[in-house]
């Protein structure tokens, strides 16, 4: 293709990312508005602005409470996850490379079975007995971890797959290092880009699942989604704030980890 054949070409695709990316804008765009504005009903743009709608959100104590246990909930299934999948990848692919093939097959069971089932299930072996733990957040930990597990274990096997494992691992046998310190020291700091985009990855989506939570714990241990689908009667322009300050979050949270890569690498 010539220069001169390409220069349209080239146009024609941006203009049609550009549009596509508008398209995608639009609602989240027009959710903002709402959020800003005092009243709007019967014009074509709001009668005024205002911040009326963020400031009882964010000194709403329930919404705090519901978004600090979300965090919590995260963040605990996540290292959960990082505490087993690590060792266990390790062991897998530099041990037993045969068996990665069976446990491609074995990580993929948490998509198999729909979560209203799951919750069935765990609602009946948890509900009593000696381990009751329907309505705490530890019910939370343990499903939001399968949920995880299948995100952290595909993007960090490939990240394995990518830097060559038992070459490392003979290198660093070679100048003295034990299997465990190669492992900590040489090892685990290839694995960082895999780690980062696998946590972010869970993180963004169990930050807004709704599910297990709902049928879980419910009002027992309030998250953000649950808080959410509990407003949903409240004022229009209060639930868009909501929904505007969890992309919000979500975007900030995108950046730091991207920022936070680029500075390491």
């Known amino acids: 293709m010539s220069r001169a054949e390409a220069k349209p070409a080239a146009l024609y695709h941006r203009t049609v990312v550009y549009v596509l990316f508008l398209i995608l804008l639009l609602p989240l765009a027009g959710t903002l508005l709402y959020s800003l504005s005092t009243s709007w009903s019967a014009t074509i743009l709001p009668d005024g602005l205002t911040f009326k709608w963020y400031l009882q959100l964010w000194s709403d104590e329930r919404f705090l409470r519901a978004f600090g246990q979300s965090l919590l909930v995260c963040f605990g ?5 990082v505490v087993l999948i690590l060792p266990l990848l390790f062991v897998v692919h530099y041990h037993f490379p045969r068996l990665d093939a069976l446990m491609n097959i074995l990580i993929l069971l948490p998509f198999a079975v729909p979560p209203v089932v ?24 343990g499903s939001y971890f399968t949920i995880a597990l ?23 046998h070679l100048l003295g290092a034990s299997t ?34 709902n049928l879980l714990v419910g009002t027992r241990y309030e998250t ?15 639930n868009s704030a909501l929904v505007i300050s969890y992309f919000f979050f979500v975007l900030v949270f995108t950046w730091a980890a991207n920022r936070l890569n680029k500075d390491k690498t």
Do not use: C
């Not at 685990?188 to 297990?212: A, D, H, I, Q």
């Not at 953000?224 to 209060?238: A, E, I, P, R, T």
């Open 77 to 81: 299934a996540l290292a959960l996850a």
């Open 180 to 213: 465990w310190k190669a492992a900590f020291l040489v090892v685990l700091p290839n694995l960082r880009k895999g780690l980062m985009v696998s946590l972010f990855l869970s993180f963004s989506f169990l930050f807004g699942e709704f599910v297990f939570a």
């Open 118 to 141: 799951s919750s069935v299930g765990l609602l009946q072996l948890y509900g009593s007995g000696p381990l009751p733990m329907i309505g705490t957040p530890w019910i939370l930990i």
């Open 224 to 238: 953000l989604q649950v808080y959410l689908n509990n407003m949903k009667n409240s004022s229009g322009h209060f």
């Open 150 to 172: 299948p995100f952290m274990y595909r993007a960090i096997t490939n990240n394995l797959q990518a830097i060559n494992l038992r070459d490392l691992m003979d290198a660093a």
